[in-house]
């Protein structure tokens, strides 16, 4: 009923940027917050970043300052702008999202598959 598509992993040295992107679709009627997990190889899946519907941020302490959440609710839209990058980023990144869809009166939490971001030292 629910789709998140993430996108913008890649390959990139330390010090580099990324952008992800998810989009969300299908039959949504209102999205609650978004937000970026990862995991490590051997790690925990831990937040990353979290933006509310009304635009209210929240940080894991190991990204603040170099990484960016925002959103375009008009396109279902979350993003990730992660600056200065470091090899202790290494993970798959994944987007989540507190949707109600139009036959509920309630959010759901859905997934998305992930998208691996590699920094190289």
């Known amino acids: 009923q629910v789709q998140l598509v993430e996108s913008g992993g890649g390959l990139v040295q330390a010090g580099g940027s990324l952008r992800l992107s998810c989009a969300a679709s299908g039959s949504i009627f209102s999205i609650n917050a978004m937000g970026w997990y990862r995991q490590a190889p051997g790690k925990q899946r831990e937040l990353v970043a979290a933006?509310?519907?009304?635009?209210?941020?929240n940080y894991a302490d190991s990204v603040k300052g170099r990484f960016t959440i925002s959103r375009d609710n008009a396109k279902n839209t979350v993003y990730l702008q992660m600056n200065s990058l470091k090899p202790e980023d290494t993970a798959v990144y994944y987007c989540n999202a507190g949707v109600v869809v139009t036959t509920t009166p309630f959010a759901m939490d859905y997934w998305g598959k992930g998208t691996l971001v590699t920094v190289s030292s």
């Open positions: 933006i509310t519907s009304g635009g209210s941020t």
